[in-house]
C-alpha cells in the first residue's frame, strides 16, 4: 500500500512510552507507505543517543541535535519521542500525534519482563530512556528496580495526564488509543485519511532489545 494523494502527508510522531505498543505501530504505519524510524539511536552511522546524552536538560538542544533524523523520515516511535511532543508539536506544525495506552499493571509486567527486572534487580536507564522517565520531573530517576513500582507507575500516568491536556480539544491532530482496540487499525487509519489499510500487525520485541546502554 502506498500513500495517496488523500493521505495525510506530514510528520507522525508516536507519544506512547515504549511498551505499548510502539513496534506494532512503527510496522503499522509502514505498512501504510509511510518511512519511518523506531528509536534512533543510531541512524546511518551518527550515534544520535550519544549525542543527545550531554543536553538532556533542554529538550530543545535535543531537538536540534535529531534535526536530521527528523529530516529523513515521516513517522517516529519510542524513546525519546514521548518527551518531546510540546517541542515537535511547535517545531513541525499540522502534524500528527497517536498516543498508544496499555493498563498501567500490564504495562509493567511487560516492562519487568522485557528487563528482567527479577533477575538483574535493576535497568540503568539509557540516555533516552532517562529523557522519558524525567521530563518535567523534580527528582531525578536514573534507574528502574521493582521497588520503584509505585514511582514509575506515578510517570507512566501522569505522562498521560499531560499527553491528553495538551492535545485537548485538537482531534485533528492528536489520537490516543490502546493497544488492545479491536478496531486499532481503522481508528489510525481515519486519522492519517485513509479508506483502506491492513490489519493492525502484533509485534513483539525481544527481552531487553533496542540498543546498547551508552556511557553519560
Request: glycine letters at 6%; hydrophobic letters at 35%.
Amino acid at each position: 500500500m502506498s500513500i495517496n494523494l488523500t493521505s495525510f502527508n506530514g510528520k507522525i510522531f508516536g507519544v506512547g512510552f515504549h511498551k505499548t505498543g510502539t513496534t506494532s505501530l512503527h510496522i503499522f504505519l509502514k505498512l501504510l507507505g509511510y518511512h519511518g524510524t523506531h528509536w534512533p539511536d543510531r541512524v546511518k552511522g551518527v550515534h544520535y543517543q550519544k549525542l543527545c546524552a550531554p543536553q538532556l536538560h533542554d529538550t530543545k538542544l535535543v531537538i536540534e541535535i535529531l534535526m536530521p533524523v527528523f529530516s529523513q523520515f515521516e513517522t517516529f516511535c519510542d524513546v525519546p519521542i514521548p518527551a518531546l511532543y510540546q517541542e515537535l508539536d511547535d517545531r513541525f506544525p499540522d502534524s500528527r500525534f497517536i498516543l498508544m495506552e496499555r493498563n498501567a499493571e500490564e504495562w509493567w509486567a511487560s516492562l519487568v519482563k522485557h528487563w528482567h527486572l527479577v533477575e538483574k534487580q535493576k535497568r540503568i536507564l539509557d540516555p533516552y530512556e532517562y529523557l522519558q522517565y524525567n521530563y518535567g520531573g523534580s527528582i531525578p530517576l536514573y534507574e528502574i528496580t521493582i521497588d520503584n513500582k509505585t514511582e514509575v507507575l506515578h510517570r507512566y500516568s501522569r505522562h498521560l495526564e499531560r499527553v491528553k491536556d495538551y492535545f485537548q480539544g485538537r482531534s485533528n491532530a492528536f489520537l490516543p488509543v490502546s493497544m488492545h482496540d479491536p478496531d486499532i487499525a481503522e481508528r489510525i487509519a481515519a486519522f492519517l485519511q485513509f479508506n483502506e489499510f491492513p490489519n493492525f500487525p502484533k509485534a513483539r520485541r525481544s527481552s531487553v532489545s533496542g540498543p546498547p546502554s551508552t556511557k553519560w
